[in-house]
């Protein structure tokens, strides 16, 4: 990631990739997510077991009534990869 970013000046790079992300990249956990009952049940699997995904991340998720938020905790030092993967 640290050639991409050096040979592409685009501030949105980290979005642009992230747009080809699928829950199938994760295997057989986002399989698991994608038959959950709806977004919130699906989101609350996944970052119950997120440590059988490669995130560098700690993801908590917190639930409002019909609000969903998510807070990222680094989980090791990023430097200036930190804004791509988040």
């Not at 970013?5 to 956990?29: H, Q």
């Not at 995130?55 to 804004?83: K, N, P, Y």
């Amino acid at each position: 990631m640290r050639n991409l970013l050096a040979l592409v000046d685009d501030p949105w790079v980290g979005l642009k990739v992230g747009d080809f992300f699928r829950l199938s990249t994760l295997g057989v956990l986002g399989a698991a997510v994608m038959h959950c009952a709806d977004l919130g049940a699906g989101l609350g699997f996944l970052f119950r077991h997120l440590d059988l995904s490669y995130t560098f991340f700690r993801v908590c998720l917190s639930r409002r009534a019909e609000r969903i938020g998510l807070h990222f905790v680094d989980q090791c030092e990023l430097g200036e990869l930190r804004a791509f993967y988040l």
